[in-house]
């Protein structure tokens, strides 16, 4: 089936410790998303990528950074840098066209510093 | 600038009554809108989404959602409320770039 893969589930780290979450989509999709979940506070856009290679700051991009070097993946890595790294995070993806048609979410890895 | 804007971040309805979260929106050029729901610690899964052509669209679990660009609101409904629908709604605006703007979410509740 296809879809979008998300891992670990869940995620702790330490403070001061860099953490990488994973997220790999087999949907053939350009475009790909990072959000941040809050309570009350919806979905922040952290990072996107539009094609390989490439990728855009969303309005929340401090403390963070992506790569993109294949179609299916777009790991994110929270730094020691982000204040506040505790949140739920979700990767997405979708076809590109303007304006883009649907997003297909992850399952999201709950992250917990300790 | 896209905007988003979720009426009420906290709605409880009784099983069996009328649901409406309601979501009016900002935006320059025509958007697609969409309405996503979201279980406890799970990703976002769609229920439907405007495009073009009909205003009235059909999702999945009943819902339904209707375009009205003169109010610039796509309000989502259900007839009748079943435990089940009890979850975190958000609605959400694409236009140009590629890029998904997200409201802040309408937690709904349903009492038996």
């Known amino acids: 089936d296809g879809g979008i893969t998300q891992s670990p589930k869940y995620l702790f780290r330490k403070e001061g410790q860099n953490v990488t979450l994973s997220c790999e989509q087999n949907l053939n999709h350009d475009a790909m998303y990072w959000y941040r979940q809050d309570p009350g506070q919806g979905l922040r856009l952290i990072y996107y990528s539009q094609i390989v290679n490439d990728f855009q700051k969303g309005d929340i991009a401090e403390g963070y950074s992506v790569s993109r070097e294949k179609k299916e993946s777009f790991p994110l890595t929270v730094t020691s840098a982000q204040k506040n790294p505790t949140a739920f995070y979700l990767c997405?993806?979708?076809?590109?066209?303007?304006?883009?048609?649907?997003?297909?979410f992850g399952q999201g890895t709950r992250l917990t510093v300790v | 600038a896209q905007s988003v804007t979720q009426l009420g971040s906290h709605v409880s309805v009784s099983e069996g009554a009328l649901v409406l979260l309601r979501c009016n929106y900002s935006?320059?050029?025509?958007?697609?809108l969409f309405w996503y729901v979201q279980y406890p610690n799970q990703g976002l899964q769609l229920l439907l989404k405007y495009t073009t052509g009909a205003t009235l669209v059909k999702g999945i679990n009943g819902f339904e959602a209707e375009f009205k660009k003169s109010e610039t609101s796509f309000h989502l409904t259900k007839p009748s409320a079943h435990m089940s629908d009890a979850a975190e709604y958000f609605c959400a605006v694409s236009t140009t770039g590629n890029q998904f703007y997200f409201g802040t979410g309408t937690s709904l509740t349903v009492i038996p």
């Open positions: 997405a993806s979708s076809g590109y066209s303007e304006p883009a048609t649907e997003a297909f």
């Open positions: 935006s320059s050029v025509p958007p697609y």
